[in-house]
């Protein structure tokens, strides 16, 4: 058989999904391999199971070599994030003057939240949405307001009108944190969505602070929109890092984005924060950026491949369980709710992303694979679970089958 084409950043045309045993990642020592014994199947928290990008690999390798590891400095990363968003996305009109490098993307949420709202005011969610929305906006003394997705999982306007209302009454500085794309749903938002999130936000005077961290995993089908792109976006703030594309979350850096309008509250940001952010980290997110395109190209061919895998393994092992096809990210949310399995703590605090309760417990106990507990995403999320498909077929197909055995043998009639 011929040997893959090579493609130009070096590495062979191969799925990068495909690369990996489940022995070598076994050997990892991240929390996605070691926060259960070594008979669960993890297919939980955001990590990808592949291995580094060769350009990624290839710019750290240079680094260590030259004992490159002193502090970060320019504005490397935020021009090859700016050329990145104008090629894949048509954003032209992002300006490197207006973006900072934060440790992350959550400590930049928070950082551009301690910015533009006060204590004790409100920062809306839609839920269903990432723990850390909960945890880390209370952590910062700001308390969560949700507004629930709709039944079709896309933002529900009329909820956010009623949600961005609350919102004003109950403080002087509100605003409203969008996961754009959205975990767990992986729903990409259409342009005409946020537009209309503009037009709210403007009429109730909310800030917008988008993460678009999964913004490279936008699978065939949909588009990415950067929410500064839009009309009535000018005050507003993105935090975007080649973290989860790249699977970089181990090499801490990202990017503050700020809209025209809000340059000047971005401009307030302490200086410690710039502090937080590893020199390694900017040069491994940069070098994704400005060199890993197609890397994550046969990604994204690998997670289509991996979506489509999925539905057909549950509509074998576990046809009961709904999953809408994801148009982003690399997260299945799966209505577990007709397995008549008690959701457990689904009316205790969200947040807490490690906390295994209701299905994700069942699967756990009886499958031994490790899912995301959907009572930690907030209202809506009882009775799902969040899978993380950037994993191998194989192990994605061993991991439904034991799913399905769990749930045949859980059943009361089986004893
Ligand atoms: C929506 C979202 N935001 C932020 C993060 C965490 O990013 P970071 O590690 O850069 O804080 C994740 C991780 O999965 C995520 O899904």
Not at 31 to 39: A, E, G, L, N, Y
Not at 142 to 148: D, L, M, S, T
Request: a negative charge; one cysteine or more; proline letters at 7%.
């Amino acid at each position: 058989m011929a040997s893959p084409a090579p493609v130009a950043d070096g590495s062979a045309a191969q799925n990068p999904l495909t690369l990996l045993t489940l022995d070598e990642l076994r050997q990892r020592t991240s929390v996605k391999w070691r926060m259960h014994p070594p008979d669960v199947l993890p297919l939980w928290v955001a990590e990808m199971d592949v291995p580094l990008a060769p350009s990624v690999a290839d710019a750290l390798r240079r680094a260590i070599d030259l004992g490159d590891t002193g502090y970060a400095h320019g504005t490397a990363y935020a021009e090859a994030l700016s050329d990145f968003a104008a090629r894949r996305w048509g954003w032209h009109n992002f300006r490197v003057d207006h973006a900072t490098v934060v440790p992350d993307v959550m400590m930049g949420v928070v950082e551009v939240l301690r910015l533009v709202t006060d204590p004790g005011d409100a920062v809306v969610v839609c839920s269903p949405v990432y723990p850390p929305f909960y945890a880390f906006v209370s952590h910062a003394d700001r308390q969560v307001i949700e507004a629930p997705l709709g039944p079709d999982q896309r933002m529900d306007l009329a909820a956010l009108d009623e949600a961005f209302r609350r919102a004003r009454a109950c403080g002087r500085r509100p605003a409203f944190l969008i996961c754009n794309p959205h975990n767990p749903t992986g729903v990409v938002h259409r342009r005409d969505e946020l537009e209309a999130v503009a037009e709210l936000a403007c009429r109730h005077g909310l800030r917008v602070i988008s993460d678009e961290i999964h913004a490279p995993l936008v699978l065939p089908g949909a588009h990415f929109t950067p929410y500064l792109t839009v009309a009535g976006a000018e005050n507003a703030f993105a935090l975007i890092s080649a973290s989860k594309a790249w699977n970089l979350a181990g090499l801490k850096a990202a990017l503050a984005v700020a809209g025209p309008q809000a340059a000047v509250d971005l401009n307030r940001m302490p200086e410690e924060v710039s502090h937080g952010p590893s020199h390694l980290g900017v040069i491994a997110h940069t070098a994704a950026f400005r060199a890993g395109g197609q890397w994550l190209d046969l990604l994204l061919d690998g997670l289509d491949t991996n979506r489509s895998l999925l539905e057909t393994l549950l509509a074998k092992h576990l046809p009961s369980v709904r999953y809408h096809r994801p148009e982003g990210t690399y997260l299945a949310w799966l209505d577990c709710t007709a397995l008549g399995i008690d959701t457990g703590q689904s009316d205790g605090e969200p947040g807490v992303a490690s906390d295994v309760d209701g299905p994700a417990k069942m699967f756990l106990d009886r499958a031994r694979v490790a899912l995301s507990s959907g009572h930690v995403f907030g209202t809506g999320g009882a009775g799902f679970v969040r899978l993380n498909f950037a994993t191998s077929p194989a192990i994605l197909t061993d991991a439904v089958a034991r799913m399905g055995r769990a749930v045949d043998t859980h059943r009361p009639s089986a004893g």
